[in-house]
């Protein structure tokens, strides 16, 4: 077993010294993913992003390491790193440098693209989501190397179109099948932590089905005083429509079609999680006022986060902002809807059931225009065998004085569920950096540095433990 005072020495010194200053300037690049930046290949912010990746790898090889880098005109690019092991059997490490959009609410001394390390937190957009996972994952292999350990063959395999649902990623894995080969364990630091102080495994992640329900009732806006009470609200329209999937006073999903049965062994693990989190599973989010969680068992809201449908509204159009609003009936309402799906959910299925809802049997007869235009199936992970188990535990405890904890996250991770299918005889470790306050998608997004450190550590462990075939 590697020495753990040797490890957390290497992991400290290489954290301070060549991640933290790098995650830095990778905040300072706006390399928003390609859904939100359509012109990402004009912009350059990619390009900028994956130059800052590779002379970084170039100052940190691992010996034997050979990089290819997937380019291809219209996709967006991709970094393979094989690192020769003098062990059998391959480990695939992913990661992905793409970002989501800036959002707004940023404290005032903070801002997406503004790094600023405080009280161990670096805040910025990316760092966290999942900017530090390239660098992690080489400081665990040098970890390694620096005591001699004999490990098993490493694929780095880092994207850039992650936040946009991964798009291109099963191109580039099919275009480099040969290079990637059959993976043993596929280790995924792109998941959330439960709290700072253990090991947290993710074994599931809910499905999602996102797209725009448009409701037209006028060619142009007339004025309110000469309109209402004859022309509908094509919000209340869109409200009766959305009340079709979802209870308006309890937010309960109605088609019993969406919900699946919880695994007994996922049930113990929520149980087991929620007896260490107790009230912190909801304490962790910025409440307004006096707002209450829907429910205040801690089971039930982590069941209810990874196990269970929701639904978010997650966007609007049509709507001037309340400066710009006069007595008008508005012509058209557009929302965008974000459900997400318990993990065995088949994803085209629940959005053609979506459709339908929204589609058939309008009030008034109004022009409802309904899309899709993400449906992602979420991901159980496979049993896990023994020797992983208990080296995820071993690992916690030797590197945070706690046991590993096990939950499922209400996030999706496209490349999970692709990858699952196509190496279903492989173990997953499922973890991240996304803990309490982390705020990923949202204003504030900081990576927590010790934490980090902490999770570096147990990848190291783990890469150890993995027995040879």
Excluded at 15 to 30: A, C, G, M, N
Excluded at 252 to 264: F, G, N, R, T
């Amino acid at each position: 077993m590697v020495d753990a005072e040797k490890t957390k020495s290497f992991v400290n010194q290489f954290w301070d010294e060549s991640i933290v200053p790098t995650i830095t300037e990778y905040i300072r690049i706006p390399n928003k993913s390609v859904a939100f930046d359509p012109d990402w290949e004009k912009a350059g912010h990619m390009e900028d992003a994956l130059q800052l990746a590779l002379n970084w790898l170039e100052q940190h090889p691992i010996p034997g390491a050979q990089v290819q880098v997937g380019r291809q005109a219209g996709r967006t690019p991709l970094i393979l790193l094989d690192c020769p092991g003098e062990r059998e059997g391959t480990v695939l490490m992913y990661g992905h440098l793409d970002k989501q959009p800036e959002m707004t609410g940023w404290r005032a001394d903070l801002g997406p693209w503004q790094p600023k390390l405080e009280d161990g937190k670096l805040y910025g957009r990316g760092g966290a989501d999942d900017g530090y996972a390239l660098f992690a994952s080489i400081c665990a292999l040098s970890v390694l190397a620096d005591q001699g350990r004999p490990r098993s063959r490493a694929v780095l395999l880092i994207e850039f179109s992650e936040e946009s649902g991964s798009p291109d990623l099963p191109y580039w894995v099919e275009h480099f099948s040969e290079q990637i080969g059959k993976p043993d364990v596929v280790i995924c630091l792109d998941s959330g932590a439960g709290n700072y102080e253990q090991l947290w495994s993710t074994t599931s992640l809910r499905g999602l089905v996102s797209g725009t329900i448009d409701v037209h009732v006028l060619g142009e806006g007339v004025h309110s005083g000469d309109a209402s009470g004859i022309v509908p609200s094509s919000f209340r329209i869109a409200r009766q429509l959305l009340s079709r999937l979802e209870d308006p006073l309890t937010g309960e999903i109605l088609p019993e079609s969406l919900y699946v049965e919880v695994p007994s062994e996922r049930l113990e693990q929520a149980k087991d999680a929620a007896g260490d989190l107790g009230d912190a599973v909801w304490n962790r989010f910025p409440w307004a006022g006096d707002t209450q969680p829907l429910d205040k068992d801690p089971v039930a809201c982590m069941l209810n986060r990874s196990w269970r449908p929701a639904l978010s509204m997650i966007g609007v159009d049509g709507m001037p902002s309340i400066g710009d609003a006069g007595n008008v009936l508005r012509p058209n309402t557009c929302l965008k809807f974000s459900l997400r799906l318990p993990p065995t959910i088949d994803a085209i299925t629940a959005a053609d059931l979506v459709k339908d809802l929204f589609s058939t049997d309008i009030p008034q007869g109004a022009d409802v225009r309904v899309s899709v235009d993400d449906a992602a199936s979420g991901w159980h992970a496979p049993p896990m065998v023994k020797w992983l188990s208990e080296a995820l535990d071993s690992a916690s405890n030797r590197y945070f004085g706690k046991g590993a904890r096990h939950l499922g996250e209400g996030g999706s991770i496209p490349f999970m569920a692709m990858l699952h299918a196509q190496f279903p005889e492989a173990q997953f470790v499922v973890t991240g950096v996304l803990g309490p306050g982390s705020n990923a998608h949202g204003p504030n997004e900081f990576l927590h540095v010790p934490y980090a450190k902490g999770l570096t550590a147990c990848i190291v462990d783990v890469l150890d433990s993995i027995p040879s075939n």
